[in-house]
T-cell receptor, first 116, second 112 residues
Framework: GAVVSQHPSRVICKSGTSVKIECRSLDFQATTMFWYRQFPKQSLMLMATSNEGSKATYEQGVEKDKFLINHASLTLSTLTVTSAHPEDSSFYIC????????????FGEGSWLTVV | DAKTTQPTSMDCAEGRAANLPCNHSTISGNEYVYWYRQIHSQGPQYIIHGLKNNETNEMASLIITEDRKSSTLILPHATLRDTAVYYCIVRVAISGSEKLVFGKGTKLTVNP
């Protein structure tokens, strides 16, 4: 299957600072990427849909000014958690749509964010 | 909201087939059935998908009922590494932009 890479896999930041997570499609171009968050023992919750060259579409209840998404190229989307607080600590996962393999969506390895 | 219903948990003996059911009674004609699994602290892994015909790949088989209201994912010879949460998701694939909405999935435990 197609490969999606996330970086960093783990990050610890201080409360009030911002942190950026990168999501790359390594062997295919992804016009659409998705960002999820997952709390312990819960399912994945979709945060936003990221489209290359346009603004992201956020799910209801997700603050777009807090979770900045940029999809500047066909292989890279970034999620920036601004003014992070401890309650933002979570597992963040990106995924990318691969049109070349039957419009299947592939996921990255996830990024653990801990805000202290 | 997720459009599928799955059992919360299942157990399977190592080496035996694991059959994971999924109900999707409101599935539309252009919606595919996708299966993913998530091993603890990792991103979900794509397993298989299908529209109405049964599908098989190197990981699993997908059996979809004729009325398409339910399906079964079959892991033919489960191993301990197949212990994971398995998610059944319906999604329109033709447009290519439909998002994946995850339900709670089935936690499969493969026992020695």
């Amino acid at each position: 299957g197609a490969v999606v890479s996330q970086h960093p896999s783990r990050v610890i930041c201080k409360s009030g600072t911002s942190v950026k997570i990168e999501c790359r499609s390594l062997d295919f171009q992804a016009t659409t990427m998705f960002w999820y968050r997952q709390f312990p023992k819960q399912s994945l919750m979709l945060m936003a849909t990221s489209n290359e060259g346009s603004k992201a579409t956020y799910e209801q209840g997700v603050e777009k000014d807090k979770f900045l998404i940029n999809h500047a190229s066909l292989t890279l989307s970034t999620l920036t958690v601004t003014s992070a607080h401890p309650e933002d600590s979570s597992f963040y996962i990106c995924s990318a749509l691969s049109r070349g393999t039957g419009n299947t969506i592939y996921f990255g390895e996830g990024s653990w964010l801990t805000v202290v | 909201d997720a459009k599928t219903t799955q059992p919360t948990s299942m157990d399977c003996a190592e080496g035996r087939a694991a059959n994971l059911p999924c109900n999707h009674s409101t599935i539309s004609g252009n919606e595919y059935v996708y299966w993913y699994r998530q091993i603890h602290s990792q991103g979900p892994q794509y397993i298989i998908h299908g529209l109405k015909n049964n599908e098989t790949n190197e990981m699993a088989s997908l059996i979809i009922t004729e009325d398409r209201k339910s399906s079964t994912l079959i892991l033919p010879h489960a191993t301990l590494r197949d212990t994971a949460v398995y998610y059944c998701i319906v999604r329109v694939a033709i447009s290519g932009s439909e998002k994946l909405v995850f339900g709670k999935g089935t936690k499969l435990t493969v026992n020695p």
